[in-house]
């Protein structure tokens, strides 16, 4: 079946670090690969998304490459700020299925 | 601006008593979906609808009932019978023709029931 794998959390950084959070997944045929984002008490907002090998994600300096190889959708940030404090998901949606599969999430807090 | 819409942001009910969850959404998406997070968990799909008047349950739709009598609208009833009713309800909406599957979601609705 289809799941994802997430790095688990908690995970703290001082401002300015460099940030990855890792994400691995399992489908048996060519998913596209989200990045949610959650702020303390919000819904999920789209962060970026990536539908074939190759394709890299991008928005609000955060960046994810869609590694058929070994199965992975990594998020990456340069220089993380406070306010990139959140849940951060990653998801799958298997060729159209009508279903997202989630990973469980990793809370992400950026220290001053 | 498009978007969804769930009200209230924090419900309050008693333990026996049915509750609906309201879901509206302006963005002409053909699916709508309700999940359920709970404190440090992941989503969890209550159920979901691809057209009018049709839905199917995902993971854990005991103790919860949907209807689909609008495109824009998709509420949820957490009945009496669902056992541990507390956590946070997240509704989503998507396109389904051509699409590559992302999920827009709303605000959410805190339910606490005591």
């Known amino acids: 079946g289809n799941s994802v794998t997430q790095m688990e959390g908690p995970v703290t950084l001082s401002e300015e670090a460099f940030l990855t959070i890792n994400c691995t997944y399992t489908?048996?045929?060519?998913?596209?690969l989200f990045w949610y984002v959650q702020y303390p008490g919000e819904g999920l907002q789209l962060l970026l998304k990536a539908t074939k090998a190759d394709d890299k994600g991008s928005n609000k300096g955060f960046e994810a490459t869609y590694r058929k190889e070994t199965t992975s959708f990594h998020l990456e940030k340069g220089s993380v700020q406070v306010s990139d404090s959140a849940v951060y998901f990653c998801a799958l949606n298997n060729q159209g299925a009508q279903k997202l599969v989630f990973g469980q999430g990793t809370r992400l807090t950026i220290n001053p | 601006d498009g978007g969804i819409t769930q009200s209230p942001k924090y419900l309050f009910r008693k333990e026996g008593q049915n509750v609906t969850l309201s879901c509206e959404q302006n963005?002409?998406?053909?699916?709508m979906y309700w999940y359920r997070q709970d404190p440090g968990q992941g989503l969890r799909l209550i159920y979901y609808s691809q057209i009018v008047n049709d839905f199917q349950k995902g993971d854990i739709a005991e103790g919860y009932s949907v209807s689909r009598e609008k495109k824009e609208s998709f509420p949820l009833t957490v009945t009496s019978a669902q056992k541990n009713p507390t956590a946070f309800y997240l509704c989503a909406s998507s396109v389904t023709q051509g699409a590559v599957g992302e999920q827009y979601f709303g605000p959410g609705t805190r339910l606490t029931v005591t």
């Open positions: 489908a048996t045929g060519y998913p596209s």
């Open positions: 963005l002409n998406h053909d699916a």
